[in-house]
């Protein structure tokens, strides 16, 4: 069983930066596939990125494109989003998300198997 912890969310002001963390306990992390979402109150959980087991393929929401970046450290089991220029659009809690079954990364919830408990992401105008 994989747990999921994040951190680094808070409140900030428009057009500045948050850089969001997910330890895994795993090992195994290093052959998944990570993403994060995000849910919005009254909203659906929303893909934001997404990269690939060896961390060379990245996606991206287009919200979020050019001003998001996602990176991953295998050998510290830990996923990061670096948000940059954010907008009170952002708010949001944000969580990350572990695909133990494939190396590819899906824009929908439904294939993650593993999730963290979300980490709050408010921006205020």
């Known amino acids: 069983q994989v747990q999921l912890v994040e951190s680094g969310g808070g409140l900030v002001q428009a057009g500045g930066s948050l850089r969001l963390s997910c330890v895994a306990s795993?090992?195994?992390?290093?052959?998944?596939?990570m993403a994060w979402f995000r849910q919005a109150p009254g909203k659906e959980r929303e893909f934001v990125a997404g990269?690939?087991?060896?961390?060379?393929?990245?996606y991206y929401a287009d919200s979020v494109k050019g001003r998001f970046t996602i990176s991953r450290d295998n050998a510290a089991n830990t996923v990061f989003l670096q948000m940059n220029s954010l907008k009170p659009e952002d708010t949001a809690v944000y969580y990350c998300?572990?695909?133990?079954?494939?190396?590819?990364?899906?824009?929908?919830?439904?294939?993650?198997?593993?999730w963290g408990q979300g980490t709050q992401v408010t921006v205020s105008s």
């Open positions: 990269i690939t087991w060896g961390g060379v393929v990245k």
């Open positions: 795993e090992r195994t992390f290093s052959s998944y596939a």
């Open positions: 998300a572990a695909d133990s079954k494939s190396s590819v990364v899906h824009r929908t919830t439904q294939p993650y198997d593993y």
